[in-house]
């Protein structure tokens, strides 16, 4: 059984950081992409960040870029989320992704794309105030 676990969200004021993590058990995935989404009350499911477990480049929504960093330990099959300079419009429930439902697409218009993503966390809350 696939398990994605999250955990680190919190409250925080505008300007400060949190960390949040995705652990993942289960079985070794097919496909190696692991993503970040994030969903506000009333909004789609955004993506924010993804990257491969074996390495390459990051991806980042524009609204995060310079902000929030995606990062792995792959020794512990956990991948984090830094976020700096936080804002109120951050606010939101942050899900990880994994596992592509095809091996033939990668980068942007794959990685970003909620539909592609085969195993969800259950999420977790971060709430920035102003």
């Known amino acids: 059984q696939v ?21 993942a058990s289960g079985r070794t995935f097919s496909s190696d992409a692991v993503a970040w989404f994030r ?7 955004d993506f924010v960040a993804a990257l491969t477990w074996t390495g390459g480049p990051t991806y980042y929504a524009d609204s995060v870029k310079g902000r929030f960093t995606i990062s792995r330990d792959n020794a512990e099959n956990t991948v984090f989320l830094q976020m700096n300079s936080l804002k109120p419009e951050d606010t939101a429930v942050y ?36």
């Open 39 to 45: 969903q506000a009350p009333g909004k789609h499911r």
């Open 3 to 23: 398990q994605l676990v999250e955990y680190g969200g919190g409250l925080v004021q505008a300007g400060g950081s949190l960390r949040v993590s995705c652990a």
């Open 95 to 130: 899900y990880c992704a994994a596992d592509l439902k095809t091996d033939f697409c990668s980068g942007y218009g794959c990685y970003d794309d909620r539909s592609k993503y085969v195993y969800w966390g259950q999420g977790t809350q971060v709430t920035v105030t102003s």
